[in-house]
């Protein structure tokens, strides 16, 4: 009996894209057991100065401008939506490190005001200024994909670090503070008192 190759060509490809997706996901799954995120994509900002920033004020807060991303030491720039069930998981995080005295900036994305005041409001506010960017321009700019995305910039503006994925505790452990490290940065750890200096960053 003679095989018709052209019937079963289209089911031999595709077991083998679902068995490269079965291995991707698989791959993904055990990374990211150990805090790492190897969905991550390489980001187009590292090394450069951080993008303008052009945003709307959020009611009740200091808004966030492009000027407060210098001189400010090592600081943190954290897109977030309300509508984003990492953003809720990655919260305590950003809370503790906030309170450790490092300096912690939001970005809301795309997302109505009522529901971010009342995501806020919920779980406390940890950013020390924000912004709306309801229209996701400056997302666009800045090389945001999906929220969460958090930029680390130093003393001159420049992005030192960008990780896209909640910040939870193995990852800060397993792939941020190291890639910090690694570009001669750190931060202050959580549950360092503020007043101390312990931990603080470079600036540089």
């Known amino acids: 009996m003679r095989v018709n190759w052209l019937m079963i060509l289209p ?9 490269v997706a079965a291995l991707q996901l698989q791959t993904h799954q055990d990374a990211r057991q150990h805090g790492v995120d190897s969905s991550a994509l390489p980001s187009a900002q590292e090394g450069h100065p951080a993008p303008p920033l052009d945003l709307t004020t959020l009611d009740g807060a200091a808004l966030l401008r492009r ?15 309300s509508w984003c069930p990492p953003c809720r998981a990655e919260h305590p995080v950003l809370t503790a490190l906030a309170q450790a005295g490092n300096p912690l900036f939001g970005v809301n994305y795309r997302d109505r005001q009522d529901h971010a005041l009342a995501f806020l409001e919920e779980l406390g506010n940890p950013y020390d200024r924000i912004g709306r960017d309801a229209q996701a321009r400056n997302g ?10 958090t930029f680390f910039i130093n003393d001159d503006g420049v992005v030192v670090y960008h990780f896209r994925g909640p910040i939870l505790t193995r990852s800060l452990e397993n792939q941020i503070l190291p890639a910090l490290g690694a570009a001669g940065h750190s931060l202050r750890p959580i549950g360092t008192d503020p007043a101390g200096s312990i931990g603080a960053g470079t600036g540089g």
């Open 140 to 149: 666009r700019d800045w090389g945001v994909i999906a929220v969460p995305e």
């Open 11 to 19: 089911l031999v490809l595709a077991a083998g894209f679902f068995g």
């Open 67 to 81: 000027e407060d991303l210098e001189g400010n030491g090592l600081i943190i720039v954290n897109f977030w939506a």
